[in-house]
């Protein structure tokens, strides 16, 4: 079990205050706060062991590559993945979809093929697929969520015609909570011959994974939400998908030879990691990981489900707030809006003189808004550090904005 007392105290931006209130950080969704560890090892990595990688044959060289080549076998061990090979380091969840789009969708693709997509995928699963709408034909299908936020996997596998060559699927909404059975996709899609990328972005935060067993094509993760740096991700990609991948970005590390009239590239997964990458910022993420992995992936996920237990049943008691996303399984993300015409924007301005950090919008999902025919939610999404007090502190800053707009 968490000791979430201990927890806290890893992370020291938790004990500062906000307009003379002390921290209740509920917007992980967006990006989680970093512990000391993380804190120390990129000063450190700047302090103590920077050059550049790869390249260098002298020892602060050596050392930042081993160093950061390390972490790619700490992701694998995190992900549930053999062999790390697969694993191709980059800054986030934004590049590792793109590159699938670009070096392996786009030339494969023609005019009438298509995409199929959950309706409550983040942008980032999104607008690189529109990409591919615009410039090539390529038409995006989309898969409806219920009235609870439910994605129906048999709806998913329905949606693969003849001309389908992708899912593009979340595996755990950043609006809703939804957790995504990705497993049945996957094994529904392959059956059909169609190969499967995951959005984990979110669910690689609050779940233990085993991409191994699941048997995902392409399993997209972000570090600055996994408490590591920003700037810091990686993406799996399936050694039969990666055979078929070409370089996204070209540039030095990714290229064996180049001359005037030739170029060869490096094996994978150099090959799609051209360039000076985020070496401090990689470091970093593989503490972090390090880090969740001694916390323990199953200790955090029972940890938030008490939270969201504790943080339903706090909120279904406020009969002027409307959740969305009430899967019983989901995570502790909770989307609302006060019914009447407080704005989510008036409203997250409220708590944040409170000292409560949620975030407003559309969260980057605007298909999903419009599905949900909602202009913009406020969001209270928990991590591994929140407590039940923290829930407490939010029901009484949305007490006060209810009772100014209400
Ligand atoms: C589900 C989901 N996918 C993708 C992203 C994009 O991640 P990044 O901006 O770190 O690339 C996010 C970030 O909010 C997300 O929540």
Redesign the pocket.
Known sequence: MLDVQKVRADFPILSREVNGKPLVYLDN??SAQKPQVVIDAITCAYAEEYANVHRGLHYLSNLATEKYEGVRGIIAKFLGVADEDQIILN?????GINMVAYGWAMPRMEMGDEIVLSVME?H??IVPWHFLRERQGVALKWVDVDSRGALDPQKVIDAIGPKTKLVAV?H???VLGTKVDVKTIIDGAHAKGVPVLV?G??AAVHMPLNLDEMGADFY?I?G??LYGPSGS?AIYVHKDRLAEMQPFMGGGDMIREVSKDAVIYNDAPMKFEAGTPGIVQTIGLGVALDYMMGLGMENIAAHEDRLRDYAVDRLGGLNWLTVQGTTPDKAAIFSFTLDGAAHAHDVSTILDKKGVAVRAGQ??CGPLMEHMQITATCRASFAAYNTEAEVDALIDALELAHDLFG
């Open positions: 969704g967006a800054s986030g969840t934004t590049e983040h980032a699963n979340t755990l909404s950043n959005d972005s979110q997209a972000t600055h939400k991700g969260h980057c």
